[in-house]
């Protein structure tokens, strides 16, 4: 993915929707801090990312067309509260527009992270917390910057808020959240730095026992399994052309941005498209504690940090296995000067077992193909937790995302075997508490072709006598739905959504279409008025679908820090826009449920969610039947002794 970058003016974009160079960042963050200027005031910068051109426009891109490239510029000031959301033309040097939103509140910063830790660190009140607790040397605390949700506190109001929560190390590399500092916490402005509240209740001791996992700390290491090597002789199969990913027949351009992080765009089977624009949007993490410390704790990963922004440089070898082509990725930082993440996207080929098998017993005849998967992938970590993000593509035409969650659970104090109703404790003294990791994919669908319909797909047991004389009768009922909404799940009925093309037909004179499988659906236990449950309601149905509007982005609104409501999908369908044969973005959302166990400290094994787009009736017959049987050359019978 060349994208080259000649002084101030950009020689080469291979195509539209290619992510924002080094130098691109560094002329808009210019553009923006000459338009400031005259203000004297310091700015600072939240995300700047790419303006994705119209879609007729890509949709039309030819090779050898002018690209004019655009970027929407996020700033904020120390002052007060507010973003100004500044539309930047890269390629005339120019500002085209600015919004001011004077209630808004930006993300949370990377670089703010250890300023809110010093200054909590600093505060006389925290510190006699601290000595209470028996801790001397505060450079052995530390303090995480949690976002801190919307409280009606007057303290609070007109404030840009962390809410901190604390723990401390035994030794300098000792691992801290062994040893939660239980029932000290404080309320932090984050502009001024200026400490407004310490909260200081119970007398709950600090966890002693050490939970490293660092291998330093091991004593006793494994090194009975033998290494496996994956190895691609003859190269990958897989491409890069104008700006393009192309494998098999699969063709796709490769996104990044600051909020979102990896994104995937204008992706096609054979030249027929099927989803113009896909991302996980949002992701929020509620805690299912009504403890006064804690009661605040739903984090919006996405919408208040942006896993971007986190994103990891990867580790040949380590975080991806086999013959790998890496993208390296740029972000501003707080100054507006770019940022780069070295391997920030993974894109690999691996062995995914059985595609398809038959065996004729009659002919004594077999025939098997392997199943291979493309993979693009990156993680992010924030704060104790580390998410691992893949998109899929399969030889028959399916799309899949699947998400990892591992790292450290976030852990708090209790009195050492005494328990936790709303967790578990997993360590003497240590307590996991139960919480979800919601997200919410935006697929903005293009099932062969830009406009689609909804239908909701129910099996239903036939309940007439007459047809269903065995009992054993049961099918398929399709339901039209012609108004944007939200839907629910319901498992008892194995309910899907598919997304129709109108325009196109299959060999049987149906249309085609790709389906929504559900495989990560999760309910919510929020209440929906709560304050808690009011910023984020999208997750209370499964599936969303809207009509396209390029400024509907994300599916709790555009400014989710501080927020007291959510201004995203429930206002969105307020509209009632038709969903018959136009042009529909699908939300979907799916999670994790996770009551924490003893085998997730000190470290947590992945667990995984996720769903899938499958065709149906998308295609005449399995798209895979051309494949070559082709025999692994590398695998040998082992023999005992």
Aim: glycine share 8%; charged share 25%.
């Amino acid at each position: 993915m060349d994208q080259l970058v000649e002084s101030d003016k950009i020689k080469s974009i291979k195509h539209p929707l290619n992510p924002l160079t080094e130098e691109e960042i560094r002329k808009a963050a210019k553009i923006v801090k000459n338009y400031f200027e005259k203000t004297r005031e310091k700015i600072f910068f939240e995300t700047i990312q790419l303006e994705e051109p119209e879609k007729s426009f890509v949709l039309n891109f030819q090779k050898g067309m002018q690209i004019s490239r655009e970027a929407r510029v996020n700033i904020f000031k120390k002052s007060k509260v507010g973003v100004h959301v500044i539309l930047v033309s890269i390629s005339e040097e120019r500002v085209i527009s600015e919004e001011v939103y004077s209630d808004a509140q930006p993300m949370i910063q990377l670089e703010e992270f250890l300023d809110i830790e010093n200054a909590v660190k600093s505060d006389s009140s925290f510190i006699k917390g601290c000595k209470r607790r028996g801790i001397v040397d505060m450079d052995l605390v530390c303090v995480d910057a949690w976002s801190a949700g919307f409280v009606a506190s007057e303290d609070e109001k007109g404030r840009h808020i962390s809410h901190i929560f604390a723990w401390v190390r035994n030794s300098p590399t000792d691992h801290q959240y062994a040893h939660p500092i239980e029932g000290l916490n404080a309320t932090i402005d984050i502009k001024t730095l200026e400490v407004i509240e310490v909260i200081d209740v119970g007398d709950v001791p600090i966890p002693k026992a050490p939970g490293n996992y660092m291998p330093e700390f091991e004593k006793n290491p494994r090194d009975d399994l033998k290494q496996i090597n994956i190895n691609q002789p003859s190269g990958v199969s897989f491409q890069f052309k104008d700006g393009k990913l192309l494998w098999d027949k699969w063709s796709l351009v490769v996104g990044f941005n600051p909020r979102e992080g990896l994104t995937l765009h204008n992706v096609c089977y054979d030249n027929r498209s099927i989803c113009y624009r896909a991302s996980i949007a949002e992701m929020v993490v509620p805690y299912g504690s009504p403890n006064k410390t804690h009661a605040r704790k739903n984090v919006f990963d996405i919408g208040e940090y942006g896993i971007g922004k986190l994103a990891n440089s990867l580790e040949l070898g380590c975080d991806c296995l086999g013959s790998i082509y890496y993208m390296d990725c740029w972000i501003a930082d707080i100054n507006g000067d770019p940022m780069k993440i070295n391997n920030g996207i993974c894109i690999h080929e691996e062995d995914h077992g059985l595609l398809w098998k038959h065996y004729d017993f009659r002919l004594d005849r077999t025939e098997v193909r392997r199943g291979r998967r493309l993979v693009i992938s990156s993680i992010s970590t924030v704060g104790n937790y580390d998410y691992a993000s893949y998109w899929y593509l399969y030889l028959d035409g399916e799309i899949e995302f699947e998400i990892k969650a591992t790292g450290v659970i976030n852990t708090v104090g209790c009195i050492p075997h005494a328990g936790d109703k709303y967790g578990t404790e997993v360590a003497p003294g240590v307590v996991g508490q139960i919480h979800q990791h919601i997200f919410c994919a935006r697929l903005d669908m293009a099932v062969d072709g830009e406009k689609n319909s909804l239908y909701q797909c129910d099996t239903e047991q036939e309940t007439s006598s007459q047809l269903n004389p065995f009992g054993n009768a049961f099918y398929v009922k399709e339901n039209a739905l012609e108004v944007e909404g939200g839907f629910k799940r319901n498992p008892d009925k194995q309910r899907y959504w598919k997304f129709v093309s109108e325009n196109k037909k299959n060999i049987m004179g149906n249309n085609t279409s790709y389906k929504i499988e559900p495989t990560g659906s999760i309910a919510s236990f929020h209440d929906p008025q709560g304050p808690s449950g009011s910023r984020m309601k999208f997750i209370f149905n499964s599936l969303w679908v809207t009509e396209f509007d390029k400024e509907e982005r994300y599916p709790a609104g555009e400014f989710v820090n501080g927020s007291k409501s959510d201004e995203g999908l429930p206002s969105f369908i307020k509209k009632k826009r038709s969903i018959k044969n136009e042009d529909l973005v699908a939300w979907h959302v799916f999670g994790l449920h996770h009551l924490p166990r003893m085998e997730d400290y000190p470290v947590q094994p992945v667990v995984k969610t996720g769903f899938k787009l499958m065709p149906v009736g998308f295609f005449d017959k399995n798209p895979s039947i051309d494949l070559v049987n082709q025999k692994n050359q590398a695998s040998c019978s082992v023999k005992d002794g």
